[in-house]
């Protein structure tokens, strides 16, 4: 898989940038502030839908006078725009041009996604090209916010599992309808615990979003949990990190991960426990959407609380590449690499390790560098060099 020409209109401080890429490996070589990280965004973009820094898309769009006037306030400066990203992707059987259309409404974005210039959904427009990033920002996020590592799990294990992106969203539709159900039953009408203000409680129809609940659940955590499994499977030359999973179902050891039929017992009961409190609050407190992980080293030692900011990015890079791995197993065909700013995280021998023995020379790698002498000279050889 290879990207061969990316067109950048409107995106964050290109109004236009295109760009081709002839070589296998990339680097994109430019002083800080100059575009080199928000074209591995846009190419992120292509692959995934969003942004890997940003949720909103309003911040995206370019704006000429951005700087002019920083005393003006963000929303009168931006009332209206777009910003367009396309890519010819190729293949191992096709060759394809994707896009991707942002446009601002006074404050509302909406987005279109097309292949072959005809709009498609954002299911099929992320099976087009694949990719993987380690960029500095990840160590931070991944390290810190439970909801970026959920994230990070879902969106690599949805690019090689179709059936469970469907799954997610079912579940994250029904966890919804459950939430709205339950705030609906503390509600104004309702304050003695009724959905209706009756002051009966409508117990039905919670039964009901719970036995959707528990059964889409057990089976994001089983995903989940198959997943991770043969990620810590994978060998690896670069750092010797597991993944341990710390689901919010309560578990007595963790053999009982392998075991779906008792994953959803526990989780149908912990939900029935937790119940009144959930009345109280109107959120559901257990379930996939609560669960967690976290990086240990090779002793067992848990990184994300006593790991090195140098052991944190090694394990975190020694994810990324087994990540690679287990795609170019399940597609068929090595994803695009994106390296943004790599050496500024990892030393001149961990480098030497990346190229010599990580990258294939027949994978499309994209570098960005602000010292293109940071990069083995030998990896230069062969090389596509674009200055910004």
């Not at 027949?362 to 570098?367: A, K, S």
Request: aromatic share 8%; net charge neutral.
């Amino acid at each position: 898989m290879k990207i061969k020409t990316l067109k950048i209109t409107n995106f964050r401080q290109f109004p236009n940038k295109d760009l081709e890429f002839n070589k296998n490996w990339i680097i994109l070589e430019a002083p800080n502030a100059r575009g080199k990280s928000t074209i591995v965004e846009a190419i992120f973009m292509l692959a995934s839908g969003n942004s890997p820094w940003t949720n909103g898309n309003l911040s995206l769009i370019h704006i000429p006078d951005r700087n002019k006037t920083e005393d003006e306030d963000p929303k009168t400066k931006v009332n209206d725009g777009f910003f367009r990203l396309e890519a010819s992707i190729e293949s191992k059987d096709d060759f394809k041009t994707i896009s991707t259309y942002v446009e601002n409404q006074n404050q509302s974005t909406t987005k279109q996604f097309k292949i072959e210039g005809t709009n498609t959904n954002k299911a099929k427009f992320t099976d087009i090209l694949h990719c993987i990033l380690f960029s500095p920002d990840m160590i931070d996020f991944l390290m810190f916010e439970p909801k970026q590592r959920r994230d990070f799990i879902d969106s690599h294990l949805s690019h090689v599992n179709p059936d469970y992106s469907n799954i997610l969203s079912n579940y994250n539709k029904v966890l919804r309808q459950r939430n709205s159900f339950l705030k609906a039953m503390f509600s104004k009408n309702g304050r003695n615990g009724s959905a209706n203000g009756s002051g009966k409680i409508d117990e039905t129809g919670l039964r009901y979003w719970t036995e959707q609940l528990v059964n889409l659940g057990t089976q994001v955590i089983m995903a989940r949990i198959e997943f991770l499994d043969k990620l810590n499977d994978t060998k690896s030359s670069l750092y010797q990190s597991k993944i341990v999973y710390v689901p919010k179902v309560k578990l007595d050891s963790l053999e009982e991960l392998a075991d779906s039929t008792h994953i959803r017992n526990l989780f149908q009961n912990q939900l029935t426990l937790s119940q009144r409190k959930e009345r109280i609050i109107g959120n559901t407190i257990v379930g996939p959407h609560r669960d967690d992980w976290y990086l240990t080293d090779e002793k067992g030692q848990n990184l994300n609380v006593f790991g090195s900011r140098g052991e944190k990015r090694m394990a975190i890079a020694d994810i990324i590449f087994k990540i690679n791995h287990f795609m170019i197993e399940n597609i068929g065909e090595p994803p695009v690499i994106l390296l943004d700013d790599i050496s500024s995280e990892l030393d001149e021998n961990n480098i030497e390790i990346l190229f010599n023995k990580k990258i294939s020379k027949d994978q499309q790698t994209i570098i960005t560098t602000t010292n293109i002498e940071t990069i083995p000279k030998e990896a230069r050889k062969l090389s596509q060099i674009i200055a910004l």
